[in-house]
């Protein structure tokens, strides 16, 4: 049997095409979760995912759910690991953060973890080597803010036993 064609070359981790991944599809449900409404009268936008955030007790599992979506998508493609723990990431402080009632919906809203995955899987596509720098420079800046709030609190006990002790023997 002889081949009449060019093979179809797909990524390592993708062994049949999907019309559920493609940029259209992903691009359109990072825009419903995250920026399909807009308050009339201001540049502020929501979707779904702020909405169904109201919800006690589901609305941020829903919403966490249907993120995963593109954090899939963006591994079947082949993006880097460095670039889909990035997306986790921003998938987690939008879950995590957004657990807290009121506050934590108004931050999904400024967030929006799904445009930043759709983008940062497009950016990863178009120019590979870019994304997995600027994403290596996201986690070096998240450990640097992580140990800024591990160190600071310690060193604010510090200098108050200071005070106190100073206070007690002066």
């Given amino acids: 049997m002889q081949v009449t064609g060019n093979p179809e070359i797909l990524s390592p981790r993708m062994r049949r095409g999907s019309k559920a991944f493609d940029d259209e599809n992903l691009d359109l449900l990072s825009h419903l979760l995250d920026d399909w409404f ?10 779904l995912d702020g909405i169904v955030g109201f919800i006690p007790g589901v609305g ?16 079947m493609r082949g ?35 799904n445009r930043r995955n759709y983008a940062l899987l ?38 108050l036993l200071a005070h106190l002790l100073q206070g007690i023997a002066g």
């Fill in 60 to 75: 941020d599992v829903i919403g966490g759910i249907a993120s995963c979506i593109i954090i899939l998508a963006a591994w």
């Fill in 38 to 47: 807009r308050i009339p009268g201001t540049s502020i936008r929501f979707g």
């Fill in 122 to 159: 497009t950016g990863s596509l178009a120019d590979p080597q870019g994304v997995k720098r600027r994403s290596w420079l996201f986690f070096g800046g998240l450990c640097l803010l992580l140990a800024a709030l591990l160190v600071l609190p310690m060193l604010l006990f510090g200098w």
């Fill in 79 to 113: 993006v880097s690991y460095v670039t889909l723990a990035r997306m986790l990431a921003n998938w987690g402080i939008e879950v995590l953060l957004g657990a807290v009632p009121v506050l934590g919906n108004l931050f999904d809203i400024g967030w929006k973890a």
